[in-house]
């Protein structure tokens, strides 16, 4: 049976609890962390029903299952922010990198090379500092 699951809908989420507990949830083709949150899940659950389970332990670990289960996505989110924030710096250095080609002028040429190096290495105090330097050397 195929569901179709919105795990950001908390309603859906706990209709999947409910169908892992159940021992009907089809996980096969759910995203990576939805894929291994209720394969756990329904290792807990079955340990639960016919392992004897103590019903504490069951919940204790079905919190530390999902307490996992939303740092990944913190985590996943998190760093897709951080590579779409560095694939737009090196759309930006690339764009800087044409007008150093362009540019008959050291000082230009100098300054967009110490923007690009602070777009690539996110490091706002060293872009700060050479800048000043560059503008006192003028």
Same mark, same amino acid.
């Given at each position: 049976?195929?569901?179709?699951?919105?795990?950001?809908?908390?309603?859906?989420?706990?209709?999947?609890?409910?169908?892992?507990?159940?021992?009907?949830?089809?996980?096969?083709?759910?995203?990576?962390?939805?894929?291994? +949150?209720?394969?756990? #899940?329904?290792?807990?659950? =079955?340990?639960?029903?016919?392992? %004897?389970?103590? $019903?504490?332990?069951? /919940?204790?670990?079905?919190?530390?299952?999902?307490?996992? +289960?939303?740092?990944? #996505?913190?985590?996943?989110? =998190?760093?897709?922010?951080?590579? %779409?924030?560095? $694939?737009?710096?090196? /759309?930006?250095?690339?764009?800087?990198?044409?007008?150093?080609?362009?540019?008959?002028?050291?000082?230009?040429?100098?300054?967009?090379?110490?923007?690009?190096?602070?777009?690539?290495?996110?490091?706002?105090?060293?872009?700060?500092?050479?800048?000043?330097?560059?503008?006192?050397?003028?």
């Amino acid at each position: 049976m195929k569901n179709d699951f919105d795990f950001n809908n908390p309603e859906d989420f706990r209709r999947a609890e409910r169908l892992a507990y159940d021992g009907t949830l089809d996980w096969s083709d759910f995203p990576p962390p939805e894929y291994k +949150y209720f394969a756990e #899940l329904r290792k807990v659950y =079955y340990a639960f029903k016919f392992e %004897g389970l103590a $019903q504490e332990e069951a /919940k204790r670990q079905k919190k530390a299952l999902l307490i996992g +289960y939303r740092k990944y #996505l913190e985590n996943f989110d =998190y760093c897709v922010s951080v590579w %779409g924030k560095y $694939q737009d710096n090196i /759309k930006i250095a690339e764009m800087l990198m044409t007008k150093i080609q362009k540019s008959h002028d050291i000082h230009e040429i100098a300054e967009t090379a110490v923007r690009i190096i602070g777009l690539m290495t996110h490091d706002e105090v060293f872009l700060k500092t050479n800048l000043k330097k560059l503008e006192e050397l003028r």
